[in-house]
């Protein structure tokens, strides 16, 4: 995975004192110096909670042996994470001002500790498996970064297989290097030659590992109090100067999250009583409700709650199906449309909005400004003073309030929103049907939704419904499990009886992307390729078969009939999405009247055993074709928004 810059790298280490430090370079505690960590883009770093560190320990055990995980991540310690681009979640995990090791999820395997030096060291002597033992002439060559072969082998832990993350050790059962191993022991025991470990780390043996300063995180915002000191200032300036420019009603966006609650506390410390602003998209963890009820009670603050109405989502699924990352028509029925209604309520004439958006969580946010007007609400503007934080600012911050916050942070999600959201990885999905039975509904409707479609158990057990379009990545990962793209694809060609083709849309500017977008479905899944072929009365058309999507003028069209749009105008947007729907009615609809055919001077349209067909290489895209038609005259005239 690609790395990603969103901002500046400030998370520094106090040697002394045993503890993180953001941004400077003397320890706020004992005055000494502090080192830079190195560690991976875009380090928006957080605490490892009691849960994190219980499910590292759980699975670094199931690698190496029972009371590894607890020499790795001793109770007396904190510990970072640092999560990282990955195809799901994989965090980095940081202790004693170093990357220690990270926590991989893998589709197929689920989670896995990909140990570096450190907690190899620290596992010295309480390794039980997952160890492979150099010959002492192969020492030397592995530590100038070679990987270990297979003559050079002395011993194996028995169950070891190829795939497994290992640690090899020398002769004095010492750490010396981490990595993969490439052939299993029972190969080992009989193949003299070949790959046995493909090495990722090494470094010189050393004989045990020193524990260091015992920590908490309550040193930690001492150690941190001049940094935060200054972030806080910073951030109740920005809010009065904000307040003093635009001279509107003011209000703070609540979620339930951690940075929304950091703005709220922040609007408390510059000495405003403001109304904080909820709202609740149905779809909500209970516990994130009373988390905000009870936040607006302990501090005496006026809560503006607007609900989703219950057919906002579930009213809508079996027509749009399953929102996806790339078709979040759940953000408009459930979230935009309520946020719109409320502020249009309460704040007819405009309104301010603190909200905690920060620069570190994803590519679209580190573009958006820190103060921005609303594309989708005229009159209201948002700001952010967070907007350069990164999540262990926002913690040590509420840390050092002794505020509560929600308790699915505790449970081990790392981001709180709806517990269903498509942008959850498959390691918090599956946090969330442990520890939310309200879930079963949702997972009750994607089997039905598989079955009727003829989607393999596949779709189901790596949550592809995430997707209308699988990434690469994704699709990459999937082969390597043995899953290819005709496993995946549906074997049933429509799940309606309705003859009456019609596209049903939610548009409007995504909460959760930048941008206008449209998300759509016809009522019933079309013909892919004949769709595609007429298309090109509406510009140049890109089709994939084989993953069942065309594309055209920023639209992307799928074989069961969901249609995504994205861009900035929105108009165009419109536009394009009315042409493509004229075009899939005329290809799913067309009657052979031939009636299009004396409207194309290129030659293009041919009439062929009583339906109209257009051949790419004479069309010039004019549209002129596409009326007078009946299809579209007596058929489907119009969409429902």
Same mark, same amino acid.
Not at 305 to 327: K, Q, S
């Given at each position: 995975?690609?790395?990603?810059?969103?901002?500046?790298?400030?998370?520094?280490?106090?040697?002394?004192?045993?503890?993180?430090?953001?941004?400077?370079?003397?320890?706020?505690?004992?005055?000494?110096?502090?080192?830079?960590?190195?560690?991976?883009?875009?380090?928006?770093?957080?605490?490892?909670?009691?849960?994190?560190?219980?499910?590292?320990?759980?699975?670094?055990?199931?690698?190496?042996?029972?009371?590894?995980?607890?020499?790795?991540?001793?109770?007396?310690?904190?510990?970072?994470?640092?999560?990282?681009?990955?195809?799901?979640?994989?965090?980095?995990?940081?202790?004693?001002?170093?990357?220690?090791?990270?926590?991989?999820?893998?589709?197929?395997?689920?989670?896995?500790?990909?140990?570096?030096?450190?907690?190899?060291?620290?596992?010295?002597?309480?390794?039980?498996?997952?160890?492979?033992?150099?010959?002492?002439?192969?020492?030397?060559?592995?530590?100038?970064?070679?990987?270990?072969?297979?003559?050079?082998?002395?011993?194996?832990?028995?169950?070891?297989?190829?795939?497994?993350?290992?640690?090899?050790?020398?002769?004095?059962?010492?750490?010396?290097?981490?990595?993969?191993?490439?052939?299993?022991?029972?190969?080992?025991?009989?193949?003299?030659?070949?790959?046995?470990?493909?090495?990722?780390?090494?470094?010189?043996?050393?004989?045990?590992?020193?524990?260091?300063?015992?920590?908490?995180?309550?040193?930690?915002?001492?150690?941190?109090?001049?940094?935060?000191?200054?972030?806080?200032?910073?951030?109740?300036?920005?809010?009065?100067?904000?307040?003093?420019?635009?001279?509107?009603? %003011?209000?703070?966006?609540?979620?339930?999250?951690?940075?929304?609650?950091?703005?709220?506390?922040? %609007?408390?410390?510059?000495?405003?009583?403001?109304?904080?602003?909820?709202?609740?998209?149905?779809?909500?963890?209970?516990?994130?409700?009373?988390?905000?009820?009870?936040?607006?009670?302990?501090?005496?603050?006026?809560?503006?709650?607007?609900?989703?109405?219950?057919?906002?989502?579930?009213?809508?699924?079996?027509?749009?199906?399953?929102?996806?990352?790339?078709?979040?028509?759940?953000?408009?029925?459930?979230?935009?449309?309520?946020?719109?209604?409320?502020?249009?309520?309460?704040?007819?004439?405009?309104?301010?909005?603190?909200?905690?958006?920060?620069?570190?969580?994803?590519?679209?946010?580190?573009?958006?400004?820190?103060?921005?007007?609303?594309?989708?609400?005229?009159?209201?503007?948002?700001?952010?003073?967070?907007?350069?934080?990164?999540?262990?600012?926002?913690?040590?911050?509420?840390?050092?309030?002794?505020?509560?916050?929600?308790?699915?942070?505790?449970?081990?999600?790392?981001?709180?929103?709806?517990?269903?959201?498509?942008?959850?990885?498959?390691?918090?999905?599956?946090?969330?049907?442990?520890?939310?039975?309200?879930?079963?509904?949702?997972?009750?409707?994607?089997?039905?939704?598989?079955?009727?479609?003829?989607?393999?158990?596949?779709?189901?057990?790596?949550?592809?419904?995430?997707?209308?379009?699988?990434?690469?990545?994704?699709?990459?990962?999937?082969?390597?499990?043995?899953?290819?793209?005709?496993?995946?694809?549906?074997?049933?060609?429509?799940?309606?009886?309705?003859?009456?083709?019609?596209?049903?849309?939610?548009?409007?500017?995504?909460?959760?992307?930048?941008?206008?977008?449209?998300?759509?479905?016809?009522?019933?899944?079309?013909?892919?390729?004949?769709?595609?072929?007429?298309?090109?009365?509406?510009?140049?058309?890109?089709?994939?078969?084989?993953?069942?999507?065309?594309?055209?003028?920023?639209?992307?069209?799928?074989?069961?009939?969901?249609?995504?749009?994205?861009?900035?105008?929105?108009?165009?947007?419109?536009?394009?999405?009315?042409?493509?729907?004229?075009?899939?009615?005329?290809?799913?609809?067309?009657?052979?009247?031939?009636?299009?055919?004396?409207?194309?001077?290129?030659?293009?349209?041919?009439?062929?055993?009583?339906?109209?067909?257009?051949?790419?290489?004479?069309?010039?895209?004019?549209?002129?074709?596409?009326?007078?038609?009946?299809?579209?005259?007596?058929?489907?005239?119009?969409?429902?928004?």
């Amino acid at each position: 995975m690609s790395l990603v810059m969103l901002g500046k790298l400030v998370l520094r280490w106090c040697r002394e004192c045993n503890l993180p430090v953001l941004e400077d370079e003397r320890c706020g505690r004992c005055g000494g110096a502090t080192y830079e960590v190195k560690l991976t883009p875009p380090g928006d770093v957080r605490p490892a909670f009691a849960k994190d560190l219980d499910t590292i320990r759980s699975v670094i055990d199931k690698q190496f042996g029972k009371g590894t995980g607890e020499a790795v991540l001793p109770d007396s310690e904190i510990f970072i994470l640092n999560k990282i681009p990955a195809i799901d979640r994989m965090e980095e995990v940081i202790g004693e001002g170093e990357v220690i090791g990270t926590l991989r999820y893998d589709l197929g395997r689920g989670y896995r500790f990909l140990s570096r030096m450190p907690a190899a060291r620290r596992m010295q002597g309480r390794m039980s498996r997952g160890f492979v033992r150099a010959e002492e002439g192969a020492v030397p060559f592995i530590l100038q970064g070679l990987n270990l072969m297979a003559p050079g082998v002395a011993d194996v832990h028995e169950e070891v297989v190829a795939g497994d993350e290992v640690v090899v050790i020398d002769p004095q059962s010492r750490a010396i290097c981490t990595g993969t191993a490439r052939m299993s022991a029972s190969a080992l025991a009989i193949e003299k030659k070949g790959l046995a470990v493909k090495a990722r780390w090494q470094a010189e043996p050393q004989s045990s590992h020193d524990a260091r300063t015992p920590t908490s995180w309550n040193d930690a915002i001492e150690a941190n109090k001049q940094a935060m000191s200054r972030r806080v200032d910073e951030a109740v300036t920005f809010i009065h100067r904000t307040i003093e420019k635009y001279d509107l009603p %003011t209000m703070v966006s609540f979620s339930g999250g951690k940075d929304s609650l950091a703005t709220l506390l922040l %609007t408390l410390d510059a000495k405003l009583d403001l109304p904080v602003f909820f709202v609740n998209t149905g779809l909500e963890f209970p516990e994130t409700v009373e988390h905000v009820r009870a936040v607006a009670i302990r501090h005496g603050l006026g809560l503006i709650e607007e609900t989703a109405p219950e057919a906002a989502f579930f009213g809508n699924l079996d027509y749009f199906g399953p929102p996806g990352r790339d078709f979040r028509w759940c953000c408009k029925t459930n979230k935009l449309g309520p946020t719109v209604s409320a502020i249009l309520k309460h704040y007819p004439e405009g309104v301010l909005s603190f909200i905690g958006q920060r620069r570190y969580e994803s590519e679209q946010r580190a573009d958006k400004p820190r103060v921005w007007k609303n594309p989708w609400t005229p009159g209201q503007i948002g700001a952010s003073p967070i907007q350069d934080w990164t999540a262990l600012h926002v913690w040590l911050y509420i840390f050092s309030k002794g505020e509560a916050y929600n308790v699915w942070y505790d449970r081990g999600l790392d981001r709180i929103g709806c517990y269903l959201c498509p942008a959850s990885d498959v390691a918090e999905t599956q946090i969330v049907l442990q520890d939310f039975p309200g879930s079963n509904h949702y997972i009750a409707y994607l089997r039905n939704y598989a079955d009727k479609r003829g989607l393999p158990e596949a779709w189901l057990r790596f949550a592809l419904h995430r997707w209308r379009r699988l990434p690469d990545s994704v699709r990459k990962e999937l082969e390597t499990l043995g899953i290819g793209p005709e496993e995946l694809r549906a074997k049933a060609t429509s799940v309606s009886d309705d003859s009456s083709l019609r596209l049903k849309m939610q548009s409007g500017a995504s909460p959760c992307v930048l941008g206008f977008s449209i998300e759509g479905a016809f009522n019933r899944a079309i013909d892919l390729s004949r769709a595609a072929e007429l298309l090109n009365q509406a510009g140049e058309v890109s089709l994939n078969e084989e993953e069942g999507w065309c594309f055209v003028n920023n639209v992307r069209l799928f074989a069961e009939g969901a249609l995504v749009a994205k861009g900035k105008d929105q108009q165009e947007i419109r536009k394009n999405v009315e042409r493509v729907r004229r075009a899939v009615v005329k290809a799913e609809e067309c009657v052979g009247c031939g009636v299009c055919i004396a409207k194309c001077d290129e030659g293009a349209l041919t009439l062929v055993q009583g339906r109209v067909h257009l051949s790419k290489d004479l069309c010039i895209h004019c549209g002129r074709c596409i009326e007078p038609c009946p299809a579209l005259a007596f058929g489907d005239s119009a969409f429902e928004m």
